[in-house]
């Protein structure tokens, strides 16, 4: 340490150092800041000095002057001084230089008047007092200190034993025991016992003993025990009392003692007034804090060991069990645990209200290990009665109940009481936290809590406080929540199955939103049980007895079961439940029983039982898929399916669920969706099924009641209540619109999102899945929600699909509805304010509200699609069909008669029924007859509506189709935009679509082309049927259906056609560009020539099918076949096109039976069905009308031309009017055969160009450039062809007329008529060995040969009934050049062709066709009708005048004109020739009128050969080996065999030997031409057999 004092102030002390040190001295005596340093360095200061002083340095009497001045500066001056000269002393007495001895007692002597006496007696050594004269002799001195010490310290006082007097301890309890009620106050009592100690010298601390021991007696006169011993306590040491008190209780701390409760009271109340400190006491008291720490460790173990065994699956015998049950019992009578004081004392402090004191005793033990002993938490619970008693008193008490009011604790010094919800949160929620689950011994209070927790909530959620109240709200409403999580949930646990408690609180919950409810279950499910022992072990028993209900539960048993759940779920609800959802998902057979065993919960129970719902939902750790990948877990339907169920039957709130669903669907996933829609469809009673029956879905088509009657397969009833539920759900929370939205975008997200990687089965399944919800979801809110609740929702059309990007069919979907109650509404409106009650003023009223509401849609859509659009469809016309249902458009009278004729049925079994009670009786006949006139009245209401739709559609129609550009585009339009999109929508959509294409054709509706709508409709449904996915299969085919039953109509009865068909605008055979549509008759496509039309779209449909089976793709062969189950009422109806698909069908059936189950399954089930109607099916000669010889070329005919409606039916129908038709009307035959020919070559006559149905126009005319090049080459061709072979035409008239002029020829017909069926199937001898020839030469080449032999022959039947009208056609072909010049431009496809024999030009056409379409395997929709119609056109525009052509160039007119020249000299020449003909075969009919019978039997043994033949392989041959072709050598195969083909026509038409010659010769060449151009590996085969049958003829 550095020195204070340096030498120069001793040096200089008189100078300046005597001055420098008094000021040292002063500065540290004045720095009062760190007193222990200024003590030391005043210390070392004076130090110095006096060691200055004793090594002679300075003088003593310098130094005591100078200390005589410093000695004033601190009181403690002179001690600090006698400790400086004590530490000399003892220095100095240890040197051997005297001087320096003699030097310190000099100073010391000089300084005594400085120090007292006492205090230098006190620290010096004996001898150096004796030396400075302060004591006589030393010796003596210490012999005096020591007798003194021993007199204090060693010698004890015998009061018991000798001064003590019994009589004083006597009087001292008679004092303390005497009735303190009058005027005695503690202070005189004090007085009297100062008096009795002294008089009879008790021990002071054994008359505190006593004074407590009475006080323990008489604990009701604290107000005079605790100031005496406060007052007596001023007498005594501080600690006294403690030791006493803690003395007391070590007496107890035997194993066998039990402390008395008066003694932890009396320790409390002195606690209490803190005449004790409680750290001194504690030191006390029994067991140490680390024994406490220990048990409550000991606890948790034995807790979860517990739970072990209760988990562990025991196999031990029961007497092992009943062992261990006797060890427990001994062991819980051997372990009575040894009395805890500290708990004791904790008792007393919280009885008496000391809640400061209690508080830090619990906060030195483990969490909620006081308050799980019973007397300590009903202590507690008693004190926080106390504290709440008046805001209790003032909020909680419900209205009509009086309770019980609890006084309030005598002493002050007690917790305050609360007044008001802020002093809530100063004692009482803090006493709730130490009471944790241990609320469960005082279900009263808990009952308080939440009275008092509901009162709370009611002002919270009450508005208009400021806003600093607001906050102290909000931080009261997180202590509540606090609360109920940490205290009130794991209470209700403990609490044994206490219903009531369950209500109360439930009362409270319901007031917090959702969100809140679930985090509070959620912590209760998964954290509270893990937080104290007795919450695990409960947990425990309720899976244990969780798992002894639900082995037992069965439908059987469901009442007894539901009470037991519901006595378990009071306390548990959220492991019990947790259990049952697990089991639910294993076994989904369980659902029934659960649901209705749950009868017996309370509404809390109900809300947890949601949440459980949602989290099993949401486990993250459960696969959503099964493992094939292919379908939707099991788990998750089960789930969805109990939801439902218990959903519906009982009151829980949805919103969770809902919004769970739509944060999914936020999230990309529609998994979930399969919730919603079981809901939807359990609570609102609306079905989506694809499995309607047709009496289902007509019935779907009525009002609401006929819905519920007969819509549906089960019969939902009751679901007023449930679908109230739900829609207020919705409402509520705002989720009705944004689900919607959500839905109709995640349609979408699933294929190009969610799909992903996954299969394409399940990508289609979770498509459809959404889709439905979508339907349902929109069908509940339609027919649930207001029309202010709806309209206020829903957005305009624009707004949801520009906005909100919602497909245009959802977007109607969900705007439909609206519009309808828009309508009805104004309606309403107008026929209040004028009360007209004229069908026609009603009809005017209602139109009006259709212009009202429809005017701001018709703008509206006009923003969907392109301008370009609108030039053919009118936006009114697109916003009708989109806005209009199946419900506007007709009434389903069937459904209406057959749901009161089941009424009417019920009710005769009501009177019938004896047993029924009468009152019963009369109910049930009531609510029958109820209903019945409910159901009369909706169809009337709907006949009224139906009727004003009609006639507001009847002034609409007009506007409808522009057709700026043409009736092609137009259609297309119309497919692409309305029909597609729509019929795959649901289920009635795809009725309606088939209804409303039928209502435009009725309504007569200009520019639109009914039998253009049909062809595309069924020309190519490959690609429609491939992107479908499972269910909009199952819709397209309802779709199909319902356009085939009209079709099949219309097919069936001539006088129908006549009648719905016959001259209506639909059937017009010229397309034209303009809007005018000329009423000709002769324009009109004819009964005849549309059973041929109907007959080519059923093989469309067959060769479509057969392609698609043929595919090996999954989506095809299932799509196909779903498509085919649902039109399999009117399709197929040909048996050969039956016969085809049938073996196909076979064929998937044994390919797919190992593979694919599921497709086998769906084959199996149509190849059943199909079966069964075979008997329905008809030869195709009785579906469409020909001529017998020729009934399978026309068959091949329309078959193999797969582009044809147009010339070969045209042809055909000729020579069946021809054959049939008698001799003498030969002129009338000649005139009707040009207007047919003129009719058919317009009915399916193409427009131009069309855009698929996707809208892929570019690729499109990529293909029509290809197929414009191949006509031209093939026509090029087919000049060169016409022009080698002049003599053939001449004949063919001479041919033609003989044809008309055989009358035998009639029995003949009828004969083979008869035949024809057997002709079906080959059943002789002479045809099975042709069959095996046939195979054994190869079967590809069989099929191709066939398909030509059978084409040609229809062909030269062509050529004879075509010649007649030739010489009307020139002069036509005339006025048709000029018209091509000035006509109107029309996009026609292919170059005109010159007028030559019509018989090879529609041949070598129908190859061009052929060559192209089946280049195309899987043609779509416009593709072929382009390519039937181009055809249709290339050969009309030819010969017709009404049909305009582009104009041409120069070159290519001379050239037309040329050949026309040609064509009236072949003519005139052919005339001649006919006429010779003519004359021998007259003479000829009479020579062979003799013969005429076995003229017949060879007819017919040469038809077998020939005919027979032919028509077996076009049996063998069916469409589905067309595709499959190769294009080159089927046109060979077709120009060679026709040389056969025509061979056997002219024997069975007896025709002469040279004609049929040269004809032969004709036909060599031309099969020359054509070799030359084709080579083929199968043309040598082709040819021998040729030349056999024309030597045959010979």
């Known amino acids: 340490m550095a020195a204070l004092l340096p030498a120069e102030w001793i040096k200089n002390w008189e100078k300046g150092g005597k001055s420098e040190f008094v000021q040292l001295c002063r500065a540290l005596s004045e720095n009062k800041s760190h007193d222990s340093m200024n003590f030391r360095d005043i210390q070392q200061a004076l130090y110095e000095l006096a060691y200055h002083v004793v090594r002679g340095n300075l003088k003593h009497d310098q130094a005591s002057n100078v200390l005589g001045d410093v000695i004033e500066f601190r009181e403690d001056m002179p001690s600090i001084l006698a400790d400086v000269f004590c530490i000399l002393d003892i220095e100095t007495s240890c040197l051997e230089e005297k001087s320096k001895r003699d030097h310190f007692t000099q100073l010391v002597l000089a300084c005594l008047y400085l120090v007292s006496d006492t ?115 001023y007498m005594c040491e501080p600690q006294t009392l403690c030791h006493i008190l803690g003395f007391k209780f070590k007496f107890y701390q035997d194993p066998s003692g039990e402390t008395p409760c008066s003694l932890y009271r009396v320790a409390a109340v002195l606690l209490q007034h803190n005449l004790i400190d409680l750290d001194d006491l504690y030191v006390h008291l029994l067991p140490g804090d680390n024994a406490i720490i220990e048990e409550h460790k000991r606890e948790i173990v034995e807790a979860k060991q517990i739970v072990r065994k209760l988990t562990m699956v025991v196999l031990s015998s029961e007497k092992t069990e009943e062992k261990e049950k006797e060890k427990e019992k001994e062991e819980e009578k051997t372990e009575k645990p040894p009395d805890n004081q500290k708990l004791g004392l904790l008792e007393a402090l919280l009885k008496i209200g000391d809640w400061q004191h209690a508080q830090s005793i619990m906060d030195q033990m483990p969490p909620f290990y006081a308050t799980s002993h019973k007397p300590i938490a009903i202590a507690l619970c008693q004190l926080v009665h106390v504290t ?97 999580d940490q205290v009130l949930l794991p209470s209700l646990s403990l609490m044994d199955c206490n219903a009531c408690m369950s209500e109360e609180l439930w009362g409270m919950f319901k007031t917090f939103p959702y969100q809140y409810r679930y985090r509070l279950y959620g912590q209760w499910k998964n954290e509270t049980y893990n937080s104290h022992p007795l919450l695990v072990k409960v947990k425990a028993q309720t899976i244990d007895r969780a798992k002894y209900i639900m082995k037992r539960l069965t439908k059987e048993n469901v009442k007894p079961s539901g009470r037991q759940i519901g006595k378990l779920s009071h306390s548990n609800p959220t492991i019990l439940f947790d259990y049952i959802l697990s089991q639910i998902q294993k076994y989904d057979n369980l659902i029934t029983p659960v649901v209705d065993s749950l009868k017996y919960l309370t509404s809390l129970n109900y809300d947890v039982l949601a949440y459980c719902i949602i989290e099993a939902l949401a486990n993250p750790e459960k696969e959503r898929m099964k493992h094939d990948d292919t379908t939707i877990s099991s788990w998750l339907q089960s789930l969805a399916s109990f939801c439902g169920a218990v959903f519906r039957k009982y009151p829980i709130e949805l919103a969770g669920l809902l919004q769970y669903v739509a944060n999914q669907l936020k999230a990309g996933k529609s998994f979930d969706l399969l919730i919603l829609k079981e809901v939807v469809q359990k609570m609102a009673g609306i079905e989506i099924t694809e499995e309607m029956t047709m009496e289902q879905l007509e019935a779907m088509t009525g009002g609401e009641q006929l819905k519920a009657e007969g819509g549906y397969f089960g019969q939902i009833r009751n679901t007023k209540k449930s679908s109230q539920r739900l829609k207020d759900a919705l409402l509520d929370h705002d989720l009705a619109l944004p689900l919607c939205l959500l839905m109709a975008q995640q349609r979408n997200g699933v294929i190009f999102q969610e799909g992903g990687e996954k299969h394409l089965k399940l990508v289609g399944k979770l498509y459809d899945q959404c889709h439905d919800t979508l339907v349902q979801f929109g069908g509940f809110l339609a027919s649930n929600l207001s029309t202010e609740d709806y309209i206020k929702r829903v957005p305009s059309i624009d707004v949801l699909c520009n906005e909100f990007h919602t497909p245009h069919d959802a977007a109607f979907f969900l705007s439909r509805p609206m519009y309808a109650h828009h309508i009805s509404s104004k309606y309403d409106e107008l026929k209040k304010a004028e009360k007209g009650n004229k069908q026609q003023h009603k009809v005017h009223k209602y139109i009006t509200s259709c212009e009202l509401v429809m005017a701001p849609v018709h703008d509206a859509v006009i923003s969907l699609h392109l301008p370009k659009v609108w030039d053919d469809i009118s936006p009114q016309f697109y916003a009708t069909f989109w806005s209009l249902t199946m419900y506007d458009l007709a009434v389903p009278h069937s459904s209406y008669d057959r749901e009161v004729n089941k009424l009417k049925v019920q009710m005769k079994a009501i009177d019938d029924n004896q047993e ?121 085919g309802r779709f199909l259906c319902c356009m085939l039953e009209t079709v099949t109509r219309w097919h069936s009865d001539r006088v129908i056609y006549e009648k719905e068909c016959g001259n209506y605008p639909g059937f017009l055979t010229i397309l034209r560009a303009t809007g005018f549509d000329g009423g000709n008759k002769a324009d009109q496509l004819d009964y005849e020539n549309f059973r041929h039309v109907v007959h080519k779209w059923h093989y469309k449909l067959t060769k479509a099918s057969v392609h698609c089976l043929e595919t090996g793709e999954y989506t095809h062969i299932r799509n196909i076949l779903i498509v085919l189950t649902k039109i399999l009422p009117w399709y197929p109806k040909v048996l050969n096109l039956g016969q085809a698909l049938e073996r196909r069908v076979h064929k998937i059936c044994q390919e797919e039976k190992e593979k694919r189950p599921d497709l086998y399954a769906l084959a199996m089930g149509y190849s059943g069905q199909l079966k069964s109607r075979k008997p329905f099916m008809i030869p195709e000669n009785e579906f469409h009308h020909k001529d017998p010889p020729a009934r399978n070329a026309v068959a091949a005919t329309v078959q193999n031309g797969p582009g044809g409606a147009g010339m070969p039916t045209s042809l055909t129908i000729n020579t069946v009017k021809l054959d049939e038709g008698n001799a003498e009307e030969t002129d009338k035959l000649k005139e009707k055969s040009q207007g047919v020919v003129k009719v058919t070559n317009k009915a399916v006559n193409a427009a131009p160009k069309v855009t698929t149905s996707n809208g892929n126009s570019a690729s499109n005319s990529k293909v029509i450039k290809e197929k414009d090049d191949k006509e031209k080459s093939g026509k090029e061709k087919d000049k060169e062809k016409k022009d080698k072979t002049p003599a053939a035409t001449p004949e063919m008239k001479a041919l033609g007329k003989d044809g008309k002029d055989k009358p035998k020829e009639e029995r003949a017909n009828k004969d083979e008529k008869v035949r024809e069926i057997k002709e079906k199937t080959p059943k002789s001898e002479k045809e099975k060995e042709k069959v095996k020839k046939e195979e054994k030469a190869s079967k590809e080449e069989k099929s191709k040969t066939i398909v030509t032999i059978v084409e040609s022959k229809s ?197 002469e030997k040279s004609s049929s010659g040269s004809k032969k010769e004709s036909r060599h060449d031309k099969e020359k031409a054509e070799k030359k151009e084709k080579r083929d590996s199968t043309g040598g085969k082709e040819e021998k057999k040729h030349h056999k049958s024309s030597d045959k003829h010979r």
């Open 916 to 1036: 029924m009670p009468p009152n019963k009786k009369k109910k049930e006949k009531e609510r029958c007859t109820a209903l019945q006139d409910k159901l009369l009245e909706e169809e009337k209401k709907q006949l009224e509506h139906v009727q004003r739709v009609l006639q507001r559609l009847k002034l609409e129609k007009d506007n409808w189709l522009l057709a700026k550009s043409t009736k092609n585009e137009t259609i297309t339009k119309f497919l692409q935009l309305c029909i597609f999109p729509r019929c795959i929508f649901s289920a009635i959509d795809a009725v309606y679509c088939a209804h409303f294409v039928e209502l435009v054709h009725q309504q007569k509706t200009p520019n639109f082309s009914t039998l253009l709508c049909y062809d595309r409709v069924f020309s190519d449904i490959i690609y429609t049927v491939a992107s479908c996915t499972e269910n909009e299969a199952s819709r397209y």
């Open 388 to 484: 709440i008693e008046p805001l209790y008193r003032r909020v909680g008490v419900p209205k009509g109940a009086k309770g019980s009011p609890i006084s309030s604790l005598p002493n002050k010094r007690a917790p305050k009481q609360a007044d008001s919800f802020e002093d809530l949160r100063k004692e009482v929620f803090n006493m709730l936290c130490y009471l944790g689950p241990h609320l469960s011994h005082d279900p009263i209070l808990f009952a308080k809590v939440v009275r008092l927790g509901k009162a709370f909530m009611k002002e919270f959620q009450s508005d208009g406080s400021k806003q600093e109240d607001k906050e102290k709200m909000e931080i009261l409403f997180s202590c509540l929540l606090s609360i109920t």
């Open 119 to 233: 205090v230098l007696k006190e620290r010096l050594d004996p001898e150096t007092l004796e030396s400075l004269g302060l004591i006589k002799q030393s010796q003596q001195f210490n012999q005096k200190s020591v007798k003194i010490k021993t007199k204090l310290f060693y010698k004890q006082q015998k009061f018991n034993l000798l001064r003590e007097e019994n009589e004083g301890y006597a009087k001292l309890i008679a004092e303390l025991g005497q009735d303190l009620s009058g005027n005695m106050t503690s202070d005189l009592i004090l007085e009297n016992i100062k008096s009795l100690i002294g008089c009879f010298n008790l021990d002071p601390n054994r008359v505190l003993d006593i004074i407590l021991e009475v006080y323990e007696c008489r604990p009701e006169y604290d107000d005079f025990f605790v100031p005496l011993i406060e007052s007596y306590m």
């Open 1355 to 1551: 062909t030269v039947e062509k050529e004879r009934e075509k010649e007649p009208s030739r010489e009307k056609d020139v002069a036509k072909e005339m006025k048709s050049k000029e018209n091509a010049k000035g006509g109107e431009k029309m996009p026609v496809v292919g170059s005109l062709k010159s007028p030559v024999p019509r018989s090879e030009t529609s041949e070598s056409e129908r190859e061009q066709k052929r060559r192209k379409v089946d280049t195309h395997s899987s043609p779509s929709h416009s593709s072929t009708v382009k390519d039937n119609l181009n055809e249709l056109k290339d050969s009309s525009a030819k010969h017709y005048i009404n049909h305009t052509t582009p104009t041409l160039s120069k070159s290519k007119e001379r050239e037309v004109e040329k050949k026309d020249l040609d064509k009236s000299r072949e003519r005139s020449r052919e005339r001649e020739k006919k006429d010779e003909k003519d004359r021998k075969d007259r003479k000829r009919d009479h020579s062979n009128s003799d013969r005429e019978v076995p003229q017949d039997s060879t007819k017919r043994r040469k038809e077998e050969n020939g005919t027979t033949g032919s028509s077996k392989h076009s049996k063998s041959e069916s469409p589905s080996d067309s595709p499959r072709l190769n294009e080159k050598e089927k046109e060979k195969n077709k120009s060679k065999s026709s040389g056969k083909e025509k061979g056997d026509s002219i024997k069975a038409e007896k025709m």
